[in-house]
């Protein structure tokens, strides 16, 4: 029998604040509230279990879509940039030259 898979997340401690990453929701759960429970999990575990005051991620800049589906849950952009690990395929192979990571913050209050 296989396990249903829906989605998952990497989360972090790092002293007051936690760090969400590798973000990933199934294409067939996409759209279904999935990505949102995952999150708020996240949230509250960092919140309740860790006494963190912020939970931090970073996203690629040019994904929009994304930063505003973040912001609509109570993330803000804070415009610290970072660059993108060019050369590291561990992150793939970029299609274009100019990808760069923008930290997002949400208070856990």
Same mark, same amino acid.
């Given at each position: 029998m296989r396990a249903?898979?829906?989605g998952g997340a990497s989360l972090q401690q790092r002293a007051e604040r936690a760090y969400f990453g590798m973000f990933a929701v199934s294409p067939t759960r996409q759209g279904d509230g999935v990505g949102r429970q995952v999150l708020a999990h996240a949230e509250e575990h960092a919140r309740a279990g860790w006494a963190a005051t912020h939970l931090e991620m970073t996203v690629i800049r040019q994904r929009t879509d994304l930063i505003a +589906?973040?912001?609509?849950?109570? +993330?803000?952009?804070?415009r610290q940039l970072s660059p993108f690990p060019y050369g590291d395929e561990r992150f793939g192979i970029p299609q274009r030259d100019d990808l760069e990571f923008t930290l997002l913050e949400k208070p856990l209050t």
């Open positions: 249903a898979y829906h +589906y973040y912001e609509r849950r109570g +993330y803000r952009d804070t």
